[in-house]
């Protein structure tokens, strides 16, 4: 950008100064469209795709239990991040009276670069007699349904009484006190 600024200030100093003919003029304009050209082309590779839906955090179906007891209308708070967003989103959801909770996708159109990195962070927190407890947080690196967890999770059970484990995923990466059929091995 400061390259086309200095070429179209050089092309009006030339113009003010009398000196130059009009094929002068020809000739750096046409420098100037190629120089347009060329940058238009670097941003074709470093620019932006357009806008996408991306899925910042996967739909998930479960239970929520303290020491083997299910939760019944406990509060849930979903935070969520993602590239180029600065602060977080904020939604909640409540346990039926069995401990059942059911958060649904969460959804963004974006426009990220072509060369962008996309990220989705999701944190889930229970907050029980004034404390705040982390039951899910991920790290997601596609913006695809069920990226982060290679499809629906069967038998989710969250347990706040649960260890923490973390779990490297093909596209993610988790930290959970749930636990559910089918899960990977933990670290």
């Keep these: 950008m400061k390259l086309i600024i200095s070429i179209l200030s050089f092309i009006t100093l030339l113009g003010c100064s009398g000196e130059s003919t009009s094929q002068d003029r020809i000739v ?4 100037s469209k190629e120089v347009a050209n060329k940058e238009s082309s670097m941003l074709g590779i470093f620019g932006k795709d357009g806008k996408e839906k991306y899925v910042i955090s996967s739909p998930l179906k479960g239970i929520l239990m303290k020491g083997g007891t299910p939760l019944a209308n406990t509060n ?9 967003f600065e602060g977080e989103k904020i939604d909640g959801f409540v346990t039926d009276d069995k401990g059942n909770f059911s958060i649904p996708a969460y959804e963004e159109i ?46 989710l059970v969250c347990d706040l009484d ?6 490297d995923m ?15 091995e933990f670290k």
């Design 110 to 155: 974006l426009n990220l670069g072509k060369l962008a990195q996309f990220v989705g962070k999701i944190l889930l927190i229970v907050e029980l007699d004034g404390e705040e407890i982390a039951i899910w947080v991920v790290a997601k690196f596609d913006g695809e349904t069920y990226s982060d967890l290679a499809g629906p999770l069967d038998e």
């Design 76 to 84: 849930i708070t979903r935070y969520v991040e993602w590239t180029s």
């Design 170 to 184: 093909p596209r993610s990466m988790i930290s959970t006190r749930c636990r559910w059929q089918g899960m990977p």
């Design 28 to 31: 750096e304009q046409s420098k």
């Design 162 to 167: 649960s260890e923490r484990l973390s779990l």
